[in-house]
């Protein structure tokens, strides 16, 4: 069974200060892409981030960086540099490369930011 | 550049009604795809497409129906909603299978009295 894990269901940060958010999977498979999606209050959801399973180099985009560590199934996002706009629900997800159908996705993280 | 468009936003239904949730892309996307969001439970996929003609039953499909048509749209029907569908509704759609990222619609937010 494919499951994604994310412990921690609330978290805040002060602005300008940087945070990160746990995210565990569990897969029997080798091939797989890994995400994190971005849900603000608007209800848009937004991709932050993507990992592709086979590169060992972690993924940046901007303020956003992953710490993907494969054989502890561990896909955790670091926000640098928090912004009042970072303030969302933040999802993990993951689906099979090639053969997938379906994306799998964590309960979530509220993260607030404070001024 | 529309991307996904999902109509309704909103939708009040009685228990025993039925209703279609729309859902158009333009991005010439051969995978369309259904979840509901529940609070605590994430995002559930309901039913997926690979391409016209084609759909295929997801991790909670029971109430719903699909159908595809086209490339373009991916209508969900509620057959007889229930209370224990009240959600709020994603339709996605992702280039490629398995690897490209889910272009979401905006939402729907049904509720069933």
């Known amino acids: 069974a494919q499951t994604v894990t994310q412990s921690q269901p609330e978290m805040s940060v002060q602005e300008a200060e940087t945070v990160t958010l746990s995210c565990t999977y569990d897969t029997s498979e080798n091939n797989y892409y890994l995400f994190w999606y971005k849900q603000p209050p608007s209800r848009q959801m937004i991709l932050v981030i993507r990992q592709e399973a086979y590169k060992q180099q972690n993924a940046t985009e901007n303020r956003f960086s992953v710490n993907f560590q494969k054989a502890a199934k561990s896909f955790s996002l670091k926000i640098s540099d928090s912004q009042l706009g970072d303030t969302a629900m933040y999802f993990c997800a993951f689906t099979i490369g090639l053969t997938g159908n379906q994306f799998y996705f964590g309960t979530g993280t509220s993260l607030t930011v404070i001024p | 550049n529309a991307g996904v468009t999902q109509t309704p936003k909103f939708q009040v239904l009685k228990t025993g009604q039925s209703m279609t949730l729309q859902c158009a892309q333009d991005m010439n996307h051969e995978y369309m795809s259904w979840y509901r969001q529940d609070p605590g439970m994430g995002l559930r996929l309901i039913h997926y497409?690979?391409?016209?003609?084609?759909?295929d039953q997801g991790e909670v499909p029971n109430g719903y129906n699909v159908s595809r048509s086209t490339t373009e749209d991916f209508p969900l029907r509620l057959l007889s909603a229930a209370p224990s569908q009240t959600s709020v509704y994603f339709c996605?759609?992702?280039?490629?299978?398995?690897?490209?990222?889910?272009?979401f619609g905006n939402g729907t937010r049904l509720t069933v009295t």
């Open positions: 497409s690979v391409g016209a003609g084609i759909t």
């Open positions: 996605a759609s992702s280039h490629r299978q398995g690897v490209s990222p889910l272009h």
